[in-house]
């Protein structure tokens, strides 16, 4: 089965920003993506996601960012479309 999450940043209304940029993350085994967003919240990064419901990048630390694209850049499985 393949997984594909998508998300936009910028806003077109009245007043909204520049640009829209839509992104996919698509993976084709969700394990590995749920055990690396596990591990950030158990360990790594437990006092910073604590309360998050949904990881923003906007709202985390350049730590937290730096992390996960690292991780996300080394999987075989995932792809990305940006």
């Given at each position: ?19 829209l ?5 698509i ?39 730096r ?16």
């Amino acid at each position: 089965m393949i997984y594909i999450f998508i998300d936009e940043s910028g806003d077109l209304g009245l007043g909204g920003s520049k640009y829209l940029v839509l992104s996919a993350l698509i993976v084709e085994n969700y394990s590995p993506l749920d055990r690396m967003i596990k591990n950030m919240r158990r360990h790594k990064f437990r006092k910073e996601l604590r309360k998050a419901s949904e990881i923003k990048a906007n709202r985390s630390s350049d730590e937290l960012r730096r992390y996960m694209l690292k991780k996300l850049n080394r999987s075989r499985q995932i792809s990305f479309l940006i």
